[in-house]
Nanobody, 123 residues
Framework: QVQLVESGGGLVQPGGSLRLSCAASGRTFTSYTMGWFRQAPGKEREFVAAHNWGSSITFYADSVRGRFTITRDNTKNTVYLQMSGLKPEDAAVYYC????????????????WGQGTQVTVSS
């Protein structure tokens, strides 16, 4: 069992930056691919970024590549999403998730989810 708690959301102006954190409980954090997803009102949950377990391999949605960076600190059981160059269309509830599989992008491939943190991009 893995419990995930996100933090770091808030209001930011277009072009600004924000860093989200996701703290995971349990001793098997290093055995999970950690991902970030987002869901805007009226839209489906979409993949943002993920970091494979056991390696430094990361992958991103095209819409955020070059602006967002996912990192993980296995000593702290925490995964981060550094967001820069934020746009109004990045506004959503951001969710952290954990998957046993590698290289997964579909929400259905993830086994555990956090409660989400709101990101608002507005001037």
């Amino acid at each position: 069992q893995v419990q995930l708690v996100e933090s770091g959301g808030g209001l930011v102006q277009p072009g600004g930056s924000l860093r989200l954190s996701c703290a995971a409980s349990g001793r098997t954090f290093t055995s999970y691919t950690m991902g970030w997803f987002r869901q805007a009102p009226g839209k489906e949950r979409e993949f943002v970024a993920a970091h494979n377990w056991g390696s430094s391999i990361t992958f991103y949605a095209d819409s955020v590549r070059g602006r967002f960076t996912i990192t993980r600190d296995n000593t702290k059981n925490t995964v981060y999403l550094q967001m820069s160059g934020l746009k109004p269309e990045d506004a959503a509830v951001y969710y952290c998730a954990a998957a046993r599989r590698l290289g997964v992008r579909s929400p259905s491939d993830y086994d555990y989810w956090g409660q989400g943190t709101q990101v608002t991009v507005s001037s």
